[in-house]
């Protein structure tokens, strides 16, 4: 029977009643007395010098505050990188500034050249038509192979070249990569495209700076799924404020997929502005304004090679990746091509030897950084697709060679440097085989037939790397920040409790699941638990929401915190019932003396930690508050296998997705709603990619895909009715709650279902078709058959 509360319980999301009634709490609702409005002139080119920024006329226009130019920010730092690379060289990644304002050149569509603060937003606008601009348009530098050349336009005057770094993993492992791929019996070559994506949240960035001048205190109100990463970085090397005089709230957040992780300049510049005018400062970024200045995702071209013995088992891969940073380093886009994607490239698979290298490449285009997945859908693509391909070519079935292949026996230790804990890939592989009735296909397939569709089956597997930790080895890794998590869990008197945490919710329903995990472990109802989170005012230090974090790393904090609250209450108890404190148990909110039908409600404890009649002080201090720290002592490996089943129009190239099934392994389960919502959601973001989105600049540098007009986001009508299931669970072993993470395995494992799918209708239909890059629009698809 499912359960009705606690870990386990499909709870109602409670978060929900405030945003379906209208009432939630987002950035842009907030409003502050006297508050200004900013408008940002950003390069309507992709690479120019600026020769002159007039901005006379504008700043005379009624309702200008003030103009502010790349000049007002000299001296005040850059936005900073917050994870350094080095190559296979031993040396660090190149790492240029990225100025708040454009000074002395713009690097991309959207850079931002001036601001314009005045009364109302349409003031501020209509006064940054007015600034006069002189640009040098220079030649722009897309194609991130044509960027390396020797003799290339530098998108950066002050550095070598335009290659940030020339990453190889495991480097000594190349020689012995290269002599398997010579004496393998078999070998598989792909070139692919992982295209550029923008993320699309629903709601745009906002900042919203304030000044407290009685106090000295600056306040950033701001779309971010990481409150406290932001004061640290614009604290820190932006402005240079203390931490303890800025304050940084996300309120509501209207999801993010990564790109609202990052620190951006419109955040620092309300907060600088804020101070310098002594008012409040005010940007809501337009929808095609965010097409040019949010970070972008993906952006990978790659050839992989995979080798074979005699009997098909894998005996080495290779990869090479040409990776776009675009213009600027965000914040942790060094990361996510290298340490976020190369330690991935074994999958499932016991493949002995790996290697992969990632050249990371500046153009002119807008910066691109984690996006839903980050790294793991760039690797399990290239993998995923090499080994279809490779079925393909040896004529077996795309299952069994993958079974064959299986990782069996835990732990495991990669060779790409990780080691997985946990994990059955042939029961994941089992379970979607009963969801899928694979032999009814050649039935499914006559049909499709008969109305003159082409239909195809595809598979894939996926393991990904959650919960990014522990905070020793990504320091090694180039990280310069922690990425631990913290809670404080705070009892009131009357036994309620508020748990403060650093992770941030944008959709993931924290609110609903973390008083399940307190809930269940002190046996009172969730309605009992409240959650704090996005302000660094009243939350402990903490990393922020992103990789699928929230539950493994910020749960568990919890977790130790609520034990040690536990472990203090118990101490209470068993003065009230003048027992031994190592005879107190804890269940269904009573304690009791083991033996005994001694009792006392938690309510009664509790309100004895604040009304300390009946124990002594000099051994118990009064109160009930405890703050605990997590950091994790490995990634979790979620895991699973995707099915498609797609008809193709060879008529018109259209792609229909008939079936989804998704075979997940995430470890214990907290709540199976949720679960199952962000599952659908990441499988709709992942056929979004694999079928529709991509960002397409032409040779100049300018966005051609810059609003939804061009752009395709994927509707309901394009997604079938999901089947999810993840009851085949191998609990993570090393946090104390089991789980895994589930945040991004649909936009994961997805995009190759999708294409191995279609290349397999193809297929079937005489077409000798191997791949065809994503997105596989009507158009590509027609023309792959055709050509």
Known sequence: MPKDSGIGASSKRREDVRFLTGTGNYTDDINLHGQAYVHFLRSDVAHGRLNKVDT?????????????????????????????????????????????????????VGDPIAAVVAETAAQARNAAEAIELDIEELPAVIDMKEA???????????????????????????????????????????????????????????????????????????????????????????????????????????????????????????????????????????????????????????????????????????????????AYLSTFAPSVPTWLHGTLMAGNYKTPLIYVNVKAVFTN??????????????????????????????????????????????????????????????????????????????????????????????????????????????GQLGARAGLYESATVRVNATGGLVVMTGSHSHGQGHETAFPQVVADMIGIPEDMVEIVHGDTANTPMGMGTYGSRSLAVGGSAIVRATEKIINKAKKIAAHLMEASEG????????????????SVAWGDVTLAAYV???????????????????????????????????????????????????????????????????????????????LLEGAVYDENGQLLSASYMDYAMPRADDLPSFQVDHSCATPCTHNPLGVKGCGEAGAIGSPPAVVNAVVDALQRGGHDVTHIDMPLSPGRVWQAMNS
């Open 56 to 108: 006379s006329v504008a700043a005379e226009m009624p309702g200008v505050v003030r103009v502010f130019t790349g000049a007002d920010f000299e001296g005040v730092g850059g936005l900073p990188c917050g994870w350094q690379v080095t190559d296979k060289h031993g040396n660090p990644m190149q790492e240029p500034a990225h100025p708040v304002l454009a000074q002395g050149k713009v690097r991309h």
């Open 148 to 326: 390396v050349k020797e003799g290339a336009t530098k998108v950066h005057d002050d550095l070598d070249s335009n290659l940030c770094y020339d990453w190889g993993f495991v480097e000594e492992n190349k020689a012995a990569v290269d002599e398997a791929f010579e004496k393998a019996a078999h070998v598989t070559t792909l070139e692919l495209v992982n295209q550029r994506l923008v993320a699309n949240p629903m709601e745009p960035r906002v900042a919203v700076g304030d000044y407290n001048r009685a106090t000295g205190d600056s306040t950033l109100y701001t779309t971010s799924q990481n409150p406290h990463v932001i004061r640290l970085l614009m604290g820190a090397f932006v402005l240079g404020i203390p931490e303890h005089k800025l304050r940084v709230v996300a309120p509501d957040v209207g999801g993010g997929f990564g790109s609202k992780i990052f620190h951006y300049a419109e955040e620092a510049f309300c907060t600088f502005a804020a101070k310098a005018l002594a008012r409040p400062v005010k940007w809501t970024s337009s929808r095609s304004e965010a097409f040019i200045s949010d970070a972008h995702g993906r952006d990978h071209v790659t050839k992989i090679e995979l080798a074979l013995d005699a009997d098909n088992n894998f005996t080495a891969l290779r990869t090479d990746t040409y990776a776009n940073m675009g």
């Open 365 to 474: 285009t807008v910066a691109v950084d984690a996006y839903r997945g980050a790294g793991r859908p760039e690797a399990t693509f290239q993998l995923e697709r090499v080994v279809d391909k490779a079925a393909r070519e040896l004529g077996v079935d795309p299952i069994a060679l993958r079974r064959q292949n299986f990782i069996t026996e835990f732990p495991y230790a990669t060779p790409v440097a990780v080691e997985y804990d946990t994990g059955d890939y042939n029961a994941t592989m089992d379970k979607l085989l009963e969801m899928v009735d694979r032999d009814g296909f050649e039935a499914r397939a006559a049909e499709s037939a008969k109305s003159g569709k082409l239909r195809g089956f595809g598979v894939n597997t996926y393991i990904e790397a959650c919960g990014i930790a522990p905070s020793a080895l990504v």
């Open 583 to 598: 005879d107190i148990e804890l269940k269904d909110g009573q304690f009791t003396v083991a033996g005994t039908d001694k």
């Open 612 to 690: 300390p009649h009946n124990y002594p002080l000099e051994e118990l201090e009064p109160g009930l508050e405890e703050t605990a720290f997590y950091d994790p002592a490995n990634f979790t490996y979620p895991a699973g296998a995707y099915a498609c089943e797609v008809e193709v129009d060879p008529d018109t190239g259209k792609v229909t997705i008939c079936s989804f099934a998704a075979a997940d392994d995430f470890g214990n389960v907290v709540n199976p709603m949720i679960v199952e919502g962000q599952v659908h959601g990441g499988l709709a973001q992942g056929i979004g990619q694999a």
